[in-house]
């Protein structure tokens, strides 16, 4: 039964990971098609934004699902490498991140095309967000920010437990520390349960902060946006891997 719920588990990851890169080929391909004919691309570019958010919600469900049979492994998940897992938040990616990227990449462009702004020159992308967008997203920022104080508060009460009654009590009463215990399954089974809520309310805020952000920004500035994230993505698990081939990690 292990062995089954361990390959579905890193099915859904493989699956995920397979489904992002042929994504992201569809998005950077929108991409250079609006950058290259001139021609309005709005609702191809919003109906690209609203198939990858649906693809994101329905990878958060059926990790969930799987989630509810075992949830520590996602916690500490072996199908990552050492570098993603490094990073992890409540299961993945802090939602917040999501709006870093969005500074960043608004940044970056800015810079690089300071000269053609300067002309009078304009492409639509993040480097000329609206001063309503940008007062959107700090504020959309600031409330993902308080809803991440609370579930990381929720998450280390449930890591402090482990240090209190009852599972402390049962440890501490047991014969030997390798003795089967009935009262500590029960307890463990537990501490699931609530870890398991926690996992689905952290991928719904990572869920509805993107979903909130790409209804903030234009259909090509959303595109842009997801198909950073993606790469960036796919990126650090290549890099990973890389990584612990390096340092004999497998």
């Known amino acids: 039964m292990e062995d089954g719920d361990e390959g579905s588990r890193l099915s859904c990851f493989r699956e995920w990971m397979s489904l992002q890169e042929q994504d992201l080929s569809e998005l950077l391909q929108s991409l250079r098609l609006n950058d290259v004919d001139g021609d309005d691309h709005t609702a191809e570019l919003s109906q690209l934004v609203e198939k990858n958010i649906r693809h994101f919600q329905e990878y958060v469900g059926r990790r969930v699902n799987l989630a509810r049979e075992d949830v520590c492994p996602y916690f500490s998940p072996t199908w990552c490498t050492s570098l993603e897992g490094s990073m992890l938040w409540a299961g993945g990616c802090r939602p917040s991140i999501f709006i870093r990227l969005v500074y960043a990449l608004s940044g970056k462009e800015i810079s690089s095309r300071l000269d053609e702004y300067l002309l009078g020159n304009r492409t639509g992308g993040l480097g000329e967000l609206s001063s309503s967008q940008i007062n959107s997203i ?42 089967a215990s009935t009262e500590a399954d029960e307890a463990l089974n537990t501490l699931a349960v609530s870890m398991t809520s926690m996992l689905e309310e952290a991928d719904n805020l990572r869920l509805n902060t993107l979903k909130e952000l790409t209804s903030i920004l234009t259909p090509v500035q959303a595109v842009d946006l997801i198909a950073t994230g993606k790469k960036l993505h796919l990126c650090i698990n290549a890099w990973g891997r890389r990584r612990d081939q390096e340092h004999g990690r497998h």
């Open 138 to 179: 700090n504020s959309l920022q600031l409330k993902t920010i308080r809803e991440e104080e609370k579930l990381s508060s929720k998450l280390a009460s449930t890591q402090e437990e482990m240090a209190d009654q009852p599972i402390a009590i049962i440890a501490k009463e047991l014969g030997a520390h390798s003795e």
